[in-house]
């Protein structure tokens, strides 16, 4: 009785919070569409009907008063539909994006991103991997759309035509572990530990859809033991992520060295019906050119990547970013997985 109770209590549970979750999400979508009908009509009367910014006073007084203690509805507020509305209202391909997340996650990328092309992105990765707005802050301020867009990866090559849509977002171009606590020199074995204290802000940090396997994680050869930095799993991907951490500049011999992990892992650790394993080795400097050469005759999944310990991209690196066509490109692949 009370295992067959635990089991039952646990389906309620689930179908409780399934609906919970869904009536707040119905709940969020049916706001930003009211702020955006309202912002629709105060455009419109002001361009048909030549009213002038006086109209956003007097309604959010009014709404006040027809409705005392309401939020939501401040002159300020107002202002920002009629933002919204006027921004996106010739945007047809963002605007369902707008209504799939919340207010104060549309009025983040509306204010702090730079252009139509970085709303996109971070509308779709915020849709795709639930990014609470801390979340979204974070990225929108470790660039991680210019981050993405520079990606140095050879799955293009290497991996099949699905797998590659899944794999967009799995390699950024440098990531921001600016919540380590490190300082002066420290060692490849420190870095790791450190990251893996700091685990749950670490696997945000690398994206949507990881979770963590181990540190040092052990293979062996004929008697011979090697140990893999950092094993995740990338659960879209459905494939085992070896991570190599190196506190000096990339060379090319570390590419040789994940290859062979790779091989391993795909050979006696991933289960059967897991796709091929991907490397990702993260240094603290790398040669760009050095970086596309070795990866151009490398037959395993392997992406190179940088880390910082602060937030700002380096102006050095702004020359790198593709242009407005090629990055279209990249957000379409985006939203073939969303």
Request: some cysteine; overall charge negative; aromatic content about 12%.
């Amino acid at each position: 009785m009370n295992d067959l109770y635990a089991s039952f209590f646990s389906d309620i549970k689930y179908r409780i919070r399934a609906a919970q979750y869904k009536a707040l999400r119905a709940a969020n979508t049916e706001l930003v569409m009211m702020y955006w009908d309202i912002g629709r009509a105060i455009a419109e009367r002001q361009t048909r009907d030549g009213w002038g910014a006086s109209v956003v006073e007097i309604l959010a007084k009014d709404i006040q008063q027809e409705f005392p203690g309401i939020k939501g509805f401040s002159a300020r507020n107002i202002w920002y539909m009629v933002k919204l509305y006027s921004h996106y209202a010739d945007l047809s391909k963002l605007q369902p994006l707008v209504a799939e997340i919340s207010w104060s996650h549309n009025l983040l990328i509306l204010e702090q991103c730079g252009d139509d092309l970085e709303r996109e992105y971070y509308l779709k990765a915020t849709v795709k991997f639930g990014w609470s707005k801390r979340i979204l802050q974070d990225n929108i301020r470790t660039k991680s759309y210019q981050k993405f867009l520079m990606n140095q990866t050879n799955f293009a090559e290497t991996l099949d035509e699905a797998q590659q849509k899944h794999s967009v977002f799995t390699v950024k171009d440098e990531y921001t572990f600016d919540f380590l606590e490190l300082e002066g020199d420290y060692s490849e074995r420190e870095l790791e530990r450190s990251l893996v204290g700091k685990i749950q802000r670490f696997l945000a940090e690398m994206g949507g859809y990881f979770t963590f396997v181990g540190e040092q994680f052990r293979v062996e050869i004929e008697g011979e033991e090697f140990f893999i930095d950092l094993l995740l799993y990338h659960r879209a991907l459905r494939s085992l992520v070896a991570i190599e951490l190196k506190t000096g500049t990339f060379k090319p011999e570390y590419a040789g060295k994940m290859q062979f992990y790779l091989s391993v892992l795909n050979d006696r650790v991933k289960l059967p019906d897991e796709n091929t394993s991907i490397g990702i080795i993260i240094c603290r400097e790398k040669n760009r050119t050095l970086v596309e050469y070795t990866l151009r005759n490398v037959h395993e999944p392997i992406g190179v990547a940088t880390y910082l310990t602060t937030s700002e991209l380096p102006e050095h690196l702004r020359g790198f970013l593709p242009s407005a066509e090629e990055i279209a490109e990249k957000l379409t692949i985006f939203g073939d997985e969303a």
